[in-house]
């Protein structure tokens, strides 16, 4: 009867530990306070990311047009400074950007029922369109004067911890208190839970989803700014790489479920966790990047065939079209 | 006037065709097709050369490469699954391709079934942990797009250099990348005969039934039966084969191992198989939905870039019009079977004149009496529905049931019933050969055979599909009276072509010749449509020449003779129009006159509402179906006519107490046998001075 | 052949001009210049097309702006097709330039693979094809651009340079491994290396172009040798995280960046001002720009065919350094006007 | 009509996570009979005959299909052995049509769609299912679909058929032709097994009956040998001390304020031309087949569905007309609708019974409640869990381990918490133990002695006259006749809601 049942978050936090233990044990130089704060502020900004994209999971959707939201707003901060804008109104306007756009995605997948990958994919194309188009004179928008102060954002350390674990931290802190304390959390969950239930309980449903969409917009445009202060830019071509990839893997590895309601911000940290720990630990080693890569898939391929033996889904329990 | 522009109008504007051609599946794909053509005439405006030979062939090469991605998806996503790899596999199987040619030296043949062997095993990778392991699609290929394309940066470190050294120049691999057959590119041909094979495959064959049905609902398949795992993984490996045939094609016409080949493409092609209509969560979609989608998406992102349009623009006007598509075509699914529900009733112009008066004490032929009042009553709720009723040679009794059954009440006195054969359906027209096998049109079901020791066998249950109705016309729906000529040819009337069985009424609603009478031949066994376009057809009598048959037209009201062979054949003569109510079976009588039954009388309200097809479309749209206005089936009459058209007599049951409705009537040896469709009984009804010996087939044909 | 004849015209020409010049220097003050108006007409009404990898970088927007002034008053016609990084799309742009037939293709290749097949096609067809900054696999016409193995060499010298008396511990950020630009300046690197085998490379990693990768690697390689003397970048668009972990960890001036780059002001000249970078070797966009236009009318106005003449005009490399960052980069916006 | 035993089990144990859902049972099956299957909700009937179909594979246990040993381990391998199975859980591929739905599963290599689709006509309407055979099934109405799902069956010539609750959906016209099914299959040497929740249509229809009670078979015996009250009594293990329907109502509340008007209401295509009212502090029962459109009538009124956009008719919810959209604002407004399929949108299944009945709360209650309060979310939880006698270890339990009963009851709380003027019960009683439905209607009739109104929607109809004040009965998309349940009898609905 009491048969070892491990969850996948529970897998995830073995492997995690596993390689931790792995790379402390061997590898020079892993175990130490100084490479342990720049494991975590390497992944700092993906695990923001990661926080916005596990609002909107739980709520059953999936956001691809996050790195967009990270990259065209904060960009457009930079410009503005760039071209003699005060650094307030920027950081505005700014924030205005990422809520509209916010509003945009959700109206588009609550009112207009338009599925949430499909909408999210093209709604980024478009920010990413019109960043280019007509925001960025080009694609690495420099540092200026005038952005002084804001890069403590980004750089340096408060007490010996560089700032962007602190930013990390404090975004862990306020979406766990969102989703765990404040009513509209509760109704993510439920939302995720159970859709059509949520429906008839008379949860304003489609509200709450543009309020998910809004958020994740929003953690997005602040991840933006950490990482825009942090390397002194804002390279939008961000766009084009493979990140939001990375996003959804710290999330769904973690442990949240893209059939929504099942998770919570410490899925993110411990997703989190394993892929900084990988990469550190293969950088340490210099394994080139194509072979940290594939490292990193085959670990993240094994976490998952784990999962499955353990956690085995048959024909009888199996959800319609959970992809 | 104003009437006569509404007869005109619905006389020759087909608004049946709207219904019918929107309840065609195909109609789902509308929206993406319109978008194409809307994209592609607004590019062939704004640029110049867009329609030249050339351009064309160039956007069909990589429409065809990036369509052979797509076809796999469209699979992947059909099965219930996604595969974010295919970008990866796309660099790796151009790897494989351009490996196995220039640093390897293989011959093409070779190469390029290695290439699609490498695909099929990538796939099959994807395959095995999706299938069989049950990992989830989305997360197990995003993992599989990181290994893989690792694994391909990799390889090119290894080998760009002796790749990009060598220029391959055989004519076969030259023909792959850039070759053409009568100005169609190779890959196009390879592209249209994959996708020719692919929708035959999605919508024929069992390995795509199953497919389907596994994304329709994984739990019934596997109920069903259906190897669940194995063709999950089966659709991954197929995925990857395809995948590697795209590959194929651009490793020959760019000769290219670069560090992004693919990079982003599973982004494209999953757009283009959403925007072409494959929902993701699986069990819908086609190959035109895939080809379209990949269409749309090649030639906005192709032609935006020929205008000169920057990349910022091209992203926006791609992404705008990808969401605009999207919010459209899902409000048409959402709607398309309200739609089709609201616009398939399709009423017409039907005008009659004035019926000829039927009132007691108005005389004429066809004045009411209560003749019918005497009727002996057979089976008196033992029955049910017994549309129409025949004897044998034997003077046995036999009837049709709702319940499918044909049931058989034995002389002399038909207190005895037995269920004589089973068939289903519902009997309706009934008649005897010169082999005694009782030939009967079932509705919806077509016409069958009952050999004299009871055994059923089905004769026919398809025509010939004609090839301007949009409706597949070839199924029988309501099969509904026939009789047998002296060569052996079955003719019976086929009621509707528009409406199902148990939705006739809609028929009378709508007075469309929706209906025709159709041959069967039972020396070959052919079925053909002989005429069509007829009103509400229903009984069919041989005339008297043998030459021709007598056909009702129920809601034409009038009775038709129509010539199948010798002088005259093929001319139609109308026999009687306008008369005061609904005709349905005709039938010989003992002196060379017909039978005819009236199943209900007209009245001046269905009459005048004939006349305003609006009215009725409206009411059509705005009332639920029990609330409609129907032809009134209640108080008929058995009326006698001869050939020229002129009414002999009329026999009423004018309250209906005793036989309530006739829908056919059979003479046989002195008496009136009556069935309707509505009894529980059947009728019988001593003719005075009629031929006490007379017995149908014994006239037509002689005494066996 | 082509040569009699264009000497023979020229001698027809001559001999016009000759029985004319007296009644014309009667009329009209000034000489006419013989050949201006053959070069013009040359070149009057010719489409030149540019396929840059992306618009909006300082490369092909220093390009296309260059380009752009230079060509547009002769009366050509001047178009952009703008694949925005895909190498599909960038294919598909030169095939269908192919069947428009501009008189010139100008083309930033992705890789050296993609076009090579298609600039072969095109050069048959009778389109002179001019690479930038990155050659194919295939000889066209004309590429400028930089020496990527010398830009390798000279930033390599630099870091040995300034490692003198140091750790001698240095760490190389590659660009994407696949990219031949970023392959053959690693061999430029080496090729230095080899002679210096004092020097210790800590770590040889690609950031894939991608400045927040480079920060992390670098972060990472510092925290494990805080004693680093140099490091070698391979692009400034990218190395901005590499001198932002290097500020970071406070090592500024005490490692030495070195990498490479357009020349832009805000790219280049300010960063290296402001300290972040070291050395940035410049291969200054507006000269390429003026280089490629040259080549253009050169080509047209010569007569040659596509494939007769093959030629390469690798840039002369910029050193920006803290002592000429006041002058050495060109302005973007200024290029625009 | 016994022959030798073609199917048998004995011991035949399934457990689920440690819990078993059938233990020890040993049953025959013989040729050419129809046995059926009775016992309560989550006694076991369901997985016994999943063994059999192969859908499930025993823990434990010996099963014997034509006396050699046999355990199949999918559906196919089942009916490679001959046996079929309805499902009771539509195991219809919604995306197909009805001719391929027919075959799926013994179809050809290379199917010719006309030809399947003659095919399947000539088969459906053979049977006198009027299905046109081109239809998508997913949009096809419940009995319908139930048809296909039989026919399909019947057209794999087995030699073994399970039908699991296959009349639930039928109408008494359509039940008839399946009965005559039956019997025909039985005259061919088909063994029939027969799952039903209507005792009498088991007992005239079955040879033999089995009474399963808590995964264990209690009895088997020929079905002469039973009646009602033996069965009942097999089935709950014990005398039902107070019958639950068949009391004939002798007062019946009287009418408060009109709270309900609904006119006119339209909605493509389940309800036309709907026109009703309710009253408060009575019960108004809605009688109706499956079908009818009185479920979306109620949840139009209630918000969850849209009515149509033209013509659709008018709401008037104490006497102001209203129109919702979105259920929530009709949950202010004071509409509760406790849906029929309590799985779909019923209960959030990950969240505990308290937390459940919390979310109800905070839905309906929002002010003041930005921020969570545990405390508050245990409370009302243990609060209304007593109030309705939910059964857990504790309010912490989740609701997806519960019994049908309890799940029901805290979605009633879910409701009720949030102070409705007007309940909708759909269905109140469906799939929920003898016990629980007591409970269940001893509270609807609370609830509208304290003046609440009240709607029970059901097509069980000894449900209906035992509850209602009221009886209105829907046909074809509208309520066709009314009746004060002081002068109805079951006859006088039935026959309303079929003619």
């Known amino acids: 009867m009491k048969r070892m049942k491990l969850t996948q978050q529970e897998i995830v936090l073995a492997v995690f530990t596993a390689l931790f233990l792995a790379f402390a044990l061997f590898l020079p130089g892993f175990f130490t306070a100084a490479n342990m704060l720049s494991l975590l502020q390497n992944v700092a900004v993906l695990g923001i990311l990661g926080l916005a994209m596990a609002i909107v999971v739980l709520g059953r959707g999936i956001d691809i047009s996050l790195i967009a939201a990270l990259a065209v707003p904060p960009g457009l901060l930079l410009q503005m400074v760039q071209d003699g804008h005060s650094l307030f109104a920027s950081v505005a306007t700014a924030l205005l950007l990422s809520l509209a756009f916010g509003i945009v995605n959700g109206w588009l997948i609550a009112y207009a029922e338009v599925p949430s990958l499909f909408a999210t994919l093209a709604t980024g194309l478009f920010l990413a369109g019109v960043g280019q188009a007509s925001l960025f004179s080009i694609d690495v928008v420099q540092w200026s004067k005038g952005m002084e102060g804001f890069q403590n954002l980004g750089q340096g350390s408060i007490l010996g911890v560089p700032t962007p674990i602190i930013m990390f931290a404090i975004s862990c802190a306020a979406v766990a208190f969102f989703l765990r304390r404040t009513r509209w959390g509760a109704y993510i969950y439920a939302i995720g839970d159970n859709p059509n239930a949520a429906r008839v309980t008379g949860i304003p449903t489609r509200p709450i989803v543009v309020l998910q969409y809004v958020l994740a917009s929003l953690i997005g445009c602040f991840a933006g700014f950490v990482m825009a202060a942090s390397i002194n830019s804002m390279p939008t071509r961000i766009f084009n790489s493979t990140l939001i990839y990375d996003v959804i893997l710290v999330v769904v590895l973690g442990g949240i479920g893209l059939s929504g309601g099942r998770g919570g911000v410490v899925n993110v940290i411990i997703g989190t966790f394993l892929i900084g720990t990988l990469l550190n630990g293969m950088t340490i080693m210099d394994v080139p990047y194509a072979g940290q890569n594939l490292i990193k898939g085959v670990v993240l391929l094994l976490a998952v065939i784990t999962d499955s033996f353990l956690n085995p889904r048959n024909e009888e329990t199996a959800q319609q079209g959970d992809i | 006037m104003r009437e006569t522009f509404t007869r005109w109008r619905y006389q020759y504007w087909p608004h049946h065709l709207l219904g019918e051609t929107l309840s065609k599946r195909w109609t789902e794909t509308a929206i993406p097709v319109i978008v194409l053509l809307i994209v592609g005439f607004v590019l062939s405006r704004t640029i110049d050369n867009f329609l030249s030979p050339t351009n064309l062939a160039d956007t069909a090469r990589q429409a065809s490469e990036i369509g052979f991605i797509g076809l796999g998806e469209a699979l992947v996503v059909i099965v219930g699954g996604i595969d974010l790899s295919v970008g990866s596999m796309f660099a790796l199987t151009d790897f494989c391709a351009l490996y196995t040619l220039n640093v390897l030296n293989w011959p093409v043949p070779a190469a390029a079934a290695a290439t699609i062997v490498c695909g099929a095993a990538l796939g099959a990778i994807n395959g095995f942990l999706i299938g069989y392991l049950k990992l989830r699609a989305f997360i197990t290929t995003l993992i599989t797009l990181i290994i893989y394309r690792s694994a391909f940066d990799l390889l090119i470190q290894r080998y760009s250099n002796q790749i990009a050294a060598a220029f391959p120049d055989f004519p076969s691999w030259n023909f792959l990348g850039g070759g053409d057959a009568l100005g169609v590119p190779s890959v196009a041909i390879a592209y249209l005969a994959v996708a020719i094979f692919g929708h035959l495959f999605l919508t024929r064959l069992r390995p795509g039934w199953h497919i389907t049905a596994i994304g329709g609902s994984r739990r019934s398949a596997y109920n069903s039966g259906v190897p669940v795992r194995r063709m999950i993984a089966l659709s991954y490996v197929a995925c990857g084969a395809l995948t590697a045939i795209g590959a194929l094609f651009f490793a020959a016409r760019l000769g290219t191992v670069g560090g992004d080949i693919g990079v982003g493409l599973e982004v494209i092609v999953l757009t283009a198989t959403v925007l072409g209509g494959i929902t993701l969560g699986g069990g819908k979609g086609s190959v035109t939905k895939s080809a379209v989608g990949v269409l749309i998406v090649l030639l906005i992102t192709n032609g935006l870039t020929t205008m000169n349009a920057r990349g910022g623009i091209n992203r926006m006007a791609l992404a705008s019009i990808l969401l605009v598509a999207a919010v459209i075509d899902i409000r048409w699914l959402k709607n398309r079977t309200r739609i089709i529900s609201k616009v398939y009733v399709a009423p017409t112009y039907h005008y009659l004149p004035p019926p000829p008066p039927t009132e007691v004490g108005m005389g004429g032929p066809f004045e009411q009496n209560d003749r019918l009042r005497e009727v002996d009553l057979i089976g008196l709720g033992r029955i049910e529905a017994p549309e129409d009723v025949i004897l044998d040679r034997n003077d046995n009794l036999y009837a049709g049931s709702r319940h499918g059954d044909v049931i058989r009440f034995l002389a002399p006195d038909y207190q005895q019933m037995e269920i004589f054969a089973h068939i289903g359906g519902q009997p309706l027209g009934m008649a005897f050969d010169r082999n005694d096998n009782l030939y009967i049109c079932i509705g919806g079901m077509g016409l069958y055979r009952i050999a004299p020791n009871g055994d059923v066998e089905k004769a026919t249950d398809e025509t010939n599909r004609s090839m301007t109705s949009v409706n597949d016309d070839s199924r029988l729906r309501l099969a509904d009276d026939l009789d047998i000529t002296d060569g052996g040819l079955v003719f019976f009337s086929e009621a509707t072509i528009r409406y199902e069985m148990d939705e006739w009424p809609i028929d009378g609603l709508e007075a469309r010749g929706n209906g025709r009478i159709i041959c069967y031949d039972t020396n070959t066994g052919k079925t053909h449509t002989a005429l069509r376009g007829l009103k509400f057809p229903n009984g069919v009598c041989v005339a008297s020449d043998g030459q021709s048959i007598l056909f009702a037209e129920t809601f034409g009201c009038s009775v038709k003779r129509y010539w199948f062979e010798g002088p005259k054949k093929g001319a139609i003569e109308v026999v009687m129009d306008n008369l005061p109510g609904y005709p349905d079976n005709i039938n010989l009588a003992s002196d060379g006159n017909y039978w005819l039954a009236l199943v209900g009388m007209r009245s001046p309200v269905l009459d005048l509402a004939w006349r305003m097809p609006g009215f009725r479309t409206r009411m059509a749209k705005r009332l639920p179906v029990d609330e409609w206005l129907f032809p009134n089936l209640n108080t008929g009459c058995v009326v006698k006519f001869n050939e020229r058209g002129e009414i002999l007599e009329s026999l009423w049951d004018f309250k209906g107490a005793n036989h309530p409705m006739i829908t056919s009537m059979r003479e046989h040896r002195g008496f009136l046998y009556l069935g309707g469709i509505a009894n529980n009984r059947i009728g019988r009804y001593r003719l005075d001075g009629a031929d006490p010996s007379f017995v149908q087939y014994d006239r037509r044909w002689g005494r066996a | ?337 | 009509m016994s022959g030798e035993d073609i199917l048998t089990l004995s011991r035949a144990t399934k457990l689920y996570g440690g819990n078993p859902a059938i233990e020890n049972v040993d049953f025959t099956l013989r040729r050419g009979e129809i046995h059926g299957l009775v016992g309560e909700n989550g006694a076991g009937k369901s997985t016994l005959t999943k063994v059999m179909a192969g859908v499930v594979t025993l823990t434990s246990g010996v099963m014997t299909i034509d006396g050699s040993e046999a355990s199949p381990k999918t559906p196919l391998e089942a009916r490679h052995l001959g046996v079929a199975m309805v499902f009771q859980e539509n195991s219809l591929v919604p995306t197909m049509t009805v001719g391929q739905n027919l075959f799926l599963g013994q179809e050809r290599f290379y199917n010719r769609l006309r030809g399947v689709y003659i095919a399947a006509q000539q088969f459906l309407q053979s049977l006198n299912f009027d299905v046109p055979p081109t239809t998508i099934v997913g949009t096809l109405g419940a009995a319908k679909k139930q048809m296909v799902e039989i026919a399909r069956a019947v057209l794999h010539r087995a030699k073994i058929i399970i039908f699991d609750e296959p009349t639930a959906t039928l109408t008494p016209e359509e039940k008839k032709y399946f009965f005559d099914l039956v019997r025909d299959l039985r005259k061919r040497g088909v063994s029939v097994v027969f799952i039903s929740h209507a005792l009498e249509e088991a007992l005239t229809l079955a040879d033999r009956i089995t009474v399963l009670r808590d995964g264990r078979n209690v009895v088997t015996d020929d079905a002469a040998k039973f009646d009602r009250a033996r069965i009942v009594r097999a089935m709950v293990g014990r005398d039902l001390s107070h019958t639950l329907y068949g009391v004939r109502k002798t007062a019946v509340r009287k009418a408060g304020a009109r709270v309900l008007v609904v006119q006119n209401l339209k909605m493509a295509p389940a309800v036309k031309n709907n026109s009703l009212s309710v009253f408060a502090g009575q019960i108004t029962g809605v009688f109706g087949l499956v079908g009818a459109g009185r479920t979306e009538t109620f949840k139009v009124v209630a918000g969850v569905l849209k009515r149509d956009f033209f013509h659709g008719g008018e709401i008037i919810l104490n006497d102001r007309p209203v129109r919702f959209r979105v259920p929530a604002p009709g949950v202010r407004a004071g509409i509760a609708y406790i849906t029929e399929d309590r799985k779909v949108e019923g209960f959030f299944e990950t969240a505990s019974i308290a937390w459940n009945i919390y979310l109800g709360l905070l839905a309906k209650f929002p002010r003041g409640r930005a921020l969570l309060s545990k405390r508050e979310g245990m409370e009302v939880g243990a609060k209304w869990t007593e109030k309705l006698k939910v059964r857990a270890i504790s309010n912490q339990a989740r609701v997806v381990e519960l019994s049908g009963g309890n799940q029901q009851k805290v979605v009633i709380a879910k409701s009720l918490v949030q102070e409705p003027k007007l309940v909708i019960f759909d269905e109140p009683t469906r799939g929920v133990d003898v016990g629980a439905i007591v409970e269940i209607h001893e509270l609807i009739n609370r609830l509208a002695d304290e003046g609440t109104a009240v709607v029970v929607i059901s097509s069980y109809l000894p449900e209906i006259m035992a509850l209602s004040d009221r009886i209105l009965v829907s046909r074809q998309g509208k309520v066709v006749e009314e009746f004060s349940a002081l002068e109805a009898t079951e006859e006088k609905i039935m026959y309303a809601a079929i003619h």
Request: proline share 3%; glycine share 10%.
């Open chain 3, 1 to 337: 052949m082509r040569l009699t004849d264009a000497i023979k015209a020229g001698a027809i020409a001559l001999g016009f001009l000759a029985g004319v010049t007296a009644d014309a220097l009667a009329e009209e003050p000034g000489l006419d210049e013989p050949f201006q108006k053959g070069f013009k007409e040359a070149l009057a009404g010719k489409a030149v097309a540019f396929v840059p990898v992306a618009m909006n970088i300082d490369l092909t927007e220093g390009w296309f702006a260059g380009l752009k002034k230079e060509l547009e008053p002769l009366g050509m016609k001047f178009e952009l097709r703008d694949p925005n990084w895909n190498t599909n799309a960038g294919a598909q742009a030169v095939t269908s330039l192919i069947s428009e037939k501009p008189a010139v293709i100008v083309a930033h290749n992705p890789d050296v693979q993609t076009y090579a097949k298609l600039f072969q096609r095109a050069e048959k067809e009778g389109i002179f094809i001019i690479q930038v900054n990155m050659g194919s696999a295939y000889r066209s016409a004309g590429l400028v651009g930089a020496n990527w193995i010398s830009v390798g060499e000279q930033e390599t010298e630099a870091v040995v340079k300034a490692c003198q008396g140091k750790s001698n511990k240095i760490a190389i950020v590659q660009g994407a491994l696949s990219a031949a630009a970023s392959a053959y300046q690693l061999r430029g690197v080496y090729n230095v290396l080899a002679k210096h085998p004092e020097i210790k490379v800590v770590s040889s990693q690609a950031a894939d172009w991608d400045a927040a990768k480079a920060k992390a690697i670098t972060q990472t390689v510092l925290k494990q040798n805080p004693d680093l003397c140099g490091v070698i970048g391979f692009w400034d668009g990218m190395d901005i995280g590499t001198a932002a972990a290097v500020k970071e960890a406070g090592l500024t001036g005490k490692v030495f960046v070195a990498t490479s780059g357009g020349g832009e002001q805000k790219a280049a000249c300010d960063l290296v001002k402001s300290g972040d970078f070291d050395l940035d070797l410049s291969y200054d966009v507006p000269t390429q720009a003026k280089q490629i236009a040259a080549l253009i009318k050169y080509l047209l106005s010569s007569g040659t065919k596509p494939g007769d003449t093959k030629g390469l005009a690798y840039s002369t490399l910029v050193h920006v350094t803290k002592d000429n960052a006041d002058k050495a980069c060109w302005k973007l916006s200024d290029l625009k006007q």
